[in-house]
């Protein structure tokens, strides 16, 4: 394992430590000032769309805060070649403004360059997601 592949899985493990923990500046302070972050889905689902900025992660992960109850998050496993990392898992949430619950198997993509998150894709179930938002 490289210097580069070891620094990239600390960095994934460390986002993974401070989501679970609701740590929002700490898991900002992981993210560089630019970034490629891009959740495809329903647009009815809040949180789906590119992002570039702090801001805009920021409000990325405070919409999830805000609007899911966690149930259930799992990571099965993380491969880590050079500055890329996927992880792969499976999460369910209860969507507090319909009472209804999804499960999730996803895989999220990051992109790390000097210790910072550049890059993040995050491919889940948006159909399950979207029927759980449908009125």
Known sequence: MTATSR????????????????DLPGLLDLFADRVDFLVPGDPKVPWTGARSGKDEIA???????????????T????????AHAVTTGRSRFGVLSTGRSFLNEFALHFTVADGRITGYRMHEDSHAISEAYAA
């Open 7 to 22: 620094t990239t899985h600390e960095v994934v493990d460390a986002f993974f430590a401070r989501f679970a923990a609701g």
């Open 75 to 82: 990571i099965d496993t993380t491969l880590v070649d050079g």
């Open 59 to 73: 409000e990325f992960f405070t919409v999830l805060a805000t609007e899911l109850a966690p149930e259930e998050f």
